[in-house]
């Protein structure tokens, strides 16, 4: 389910979201302690994260996710030069259909980085991206991100739409430690104290 023709947006240029830059918090996970495997990232649009996860992580591969045809193809352009990045279409919550994955040289995912993914679908579907997450990250490995919280007034009119603390730890608590790292927030000017950063590390 969809209820933006995201398509249409990349199209029409109308992605306010896309500041043409990595997220800054991404810079804040450089000295992570990551296991061998692909670093995924849904709904990665024209793939600046992707940039910056993969010069970050020379040794992994990263796989970026996206429905939108051209914002995949964008991405294939911006990350052209960078051997270990893939970008596909395809749904995130499709899983099973992502042949990419399993052709990659480490299949087994180490790292999703959420950013303006779990935002952008409708909350109906939030139970199946925490499904989708707990499904394909093994124990140990982690969902990181930046999530608008409910320090952020949607009016119930999104995307993108907001998600109490309450209820990510209901979606997410029963597969996950929840951890909300407590370094200074980095964010895109304009957003500040809109998002909160966490960390999920999956449990047996
Ligand atoms: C708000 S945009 C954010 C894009 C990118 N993360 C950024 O910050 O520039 C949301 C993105 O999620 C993609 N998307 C939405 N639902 C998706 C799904 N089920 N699977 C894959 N991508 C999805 C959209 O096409 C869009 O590119």
């Not at 394909?136 to 109490?164: H, M, Y």
Request: proline letters at 6%.
């Amino acid at each position: 389910m969809s209820s933006v023709d995201w398509e249409k947006r990349y199209q029409q240029a109308d992605t306010p979201w896309d500041k043409g830059l990595p997220h800054p918090m991404i810079e804040c996970w450089r000295g992570l302690d990551l296991a061998p495997g692909v670093i995924v990232v849904p709904g990665c649009g024209r793939g600046w994260d992707l940039r910056a996860w993969a010069m970050m992580f020379p040794e992994h591969q990263v796989l970026g996710i996206d429905l939108a045809e051209s914002a995949v193809a964008d991405a294939q352009k911006n990350c052209a030069d960078l051997p270990n990045v893939r970008v596909i279409v395809a749904d995130f919550f499709d899983h099973a259909h992502w042949h990419d994955l399993a052709a990659m040289r480490n299949s087994s995912i180490s790292l999703i980085w959420e950013h303006t993914c779990f935002c952008a679908i409708h909350p109906a579907m939030r139970q199946t991206y925490a499904a989708t997450v707990a499904a394909l990250l093994k124990p140990g490995a982690r969902l990181v991100g930046v999530f608008f919280t409910d320090i952020r007034e949607d009016n119930g009119q999104g995307p993108p739409w907001n998600c109490s603390m309450d209820e990510l730890q209901n979606l997410f608590g029963s597969h996950f430690v929840i951890d909300s790292p407590d370094w200074k927030h980095l964010t895109f000017f304009g957003r500040d104290g809109e998002e909160r950063s966490l960390c999920l590390m999956r449990m047996d």
